[in-house]
């Protein structure tokens, strides 16, 4: 047992601190009210390895590892609490590290330096306008191989993070489709679908009402041809990506949210600290100082449960140590405790400030706002994540929804 950090890690965290807090922080409120992340930002990004870290250094990445990247994460969400930029890092991070580890060195070689560099967008298309959740239930996107081998594939894609983001710079989508509609969650298979300039897709842009900095929209394919060089890892495995990358990002998104709760807090107790009321701070009242040692001691539970998740997925794939199950149990409690945590830190915050709390003055709004899409839905709704934590602690025969 070592609760203790590498220098490597002391070192990356200070690095990605210091960039964060000089470059992103003061500009978090700009990011929110233009739905834009400045180019200057993403490519001061990339610049110190931070886009798509976890992609090999052969790809221009840094082969960065789950701990590392989740320093990153939780980084990145104390410096920007509505949360934009922390999505769009875990985005390239977690499924980065994906495509990077299934899709052959070919495609590698045409995607992933653009990538590195901050000049591409890499996302991730699972979900359809007839659902998120189930995805071997509501996947109706299909593949459909033709007789040379290549592929045409037809379908929707909806509420997909980065849908402008990927327009303006170019990249692919990887975009989950049935390819045998009768082998179940065996029947998936994964393609590099690229949206910028491509006559057969089609897309549209959705308002969200936080992390506003990063887009979400939808796209559809119409008889989309694809060279089977754009098929990510085997045919049939698609499924099985899917999980491995929602664990990864699960990690991610507990960090972001630890990150971004701890500022809040600080923020909160220095204002506490200066605040009086029936001439005392608002510190010295018990029904203030008690809630904040909640909130703190809640943080670092969730701290604990996000770097544990992070720290089983480096040993599965660095020892074996653990099966990718084992990873998602904790990569699941991560995702279920780390938002409520952080939504629910914003809004005892938002009350120490008073009126202030309610206004644009203080940045707790944007946090309220943003964290709310992890606890909704990206990356998996709540209840999948208690159904992923059941299914270990009572067994799949019981839990199973379609049994
Ligand atoms: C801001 C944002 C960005 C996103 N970005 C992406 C992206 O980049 N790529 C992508 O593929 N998807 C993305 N998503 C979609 C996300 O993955 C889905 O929202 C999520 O998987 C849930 O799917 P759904 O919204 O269709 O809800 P549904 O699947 O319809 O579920 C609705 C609700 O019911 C609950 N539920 C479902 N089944 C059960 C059950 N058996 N028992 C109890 N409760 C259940 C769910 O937890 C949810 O709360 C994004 C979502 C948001 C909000």
């Not at 390819?179 to 590099?192: I, S, Y």
């Not at 660095?318 to 629910?344: N, Q, S």
């Amino acid at each position: 047992m070592d609760f203790g950090w590498t220098e490597e890690q002391q070192m990356w965290r200070k690095t990605v601190r210091d960039f964060a807090q000089k470059k992103i922080a003061p500009r978090v409120r700009e990011i929110d009210s233009t739905s834009h992340i400045p180019e200057d930002i993403i490519r001061g990004m990339a610049e110190i390895g931070l886009w798509a870290p976890t992609v090999s250094e052969e790809y221009g990445g840094q082969g960065m590892n789950v701990t590392l990247a989740t320093i990153a994460a939780e980084e990145l969400g104390r410096a920007d609490i509505s949360l934009a930029i922390p999505v769009m890092y875990l985005v390239e991070a977690s499924w980065g590290f994906i495509f990077d580890r299934y899709a052959s060195p070919a495609l590698k070689q045409e995607i992933l330096p653009k990538v590195t560099a901050g000049r591409a967008f890499l996302g991730i298309a699972t979900t359809e306008p007839g659902g998120g959740s189930d995805i071997e239930g509501a996947t109706r996107a299909r593949g459909e191989k033709q007789a040379d081998g290549s592929w045409l594939l037809n379908g929707e894609k909806l509420y997909i993070s980065g849908i402008k983001e990927s327009l303006r710079m170019g990249g692919i989508h990887m975009t989950l489709v049935r390819t045998d509609p009768r082998a179940g969650h065996r029947g998936f298979t994964f393609f590099a679908v690229p949206l910028k300039d491509n006559p057969h897709v089609t897309t549209t842009l959705i308002e969200n009402w936080g992390r506003t900095g990063i887009s979400t929209g939808g796209f559809t394919m119409e008889n989309l041809p694809l060279a089977d060089h754009y098929r990510i890892g085997e045919e049939g495995r698609g499924f099985y990506y899917a999980m491995e990358g929602f664990t990864f990002a699960r990690a991610l998104i507990g960090a972001t949210c630890v990150g971004a709760a701890e500022a809040a807090l600080e923020m909160g107790v220095e204002y506490i600290k200066q605040r009086k009321t029936f001439g005392k701070p608002l510190a010295a009242y018990q029904g203030i100082n008690f809630p904040a040692a909640e909130h703190f001691t809640d943080i670092e539970a969730a701290r604990l449960l996000t770097y544990k998740a992070a720290w089983m997925a480096d040993e599965m794939y660095e020892r074996g140590a653990f099966k990718h199950k084992d990873v998602a149990l904790y990569g699941a409690m991560a995702k279920l405790r780390a938002p409520i945590m952080a939504f629910e830190t914003f809004n005892e915050v938002a009350n120490w400030l008073g009126a202030m709390g309610y206004s644009k003055e203080y940045p707790i709004e944007m946090g309220i706002r943003g964290v709310r899409s992890y606890s909704i839905g990206a990356e998996g709704g709540m209840n999948i994540m208690r159904m992923i934590i059941a299914r270990e602690l009572i067994g799949g025969e019981y839990t199973n929804p379609r049994q």
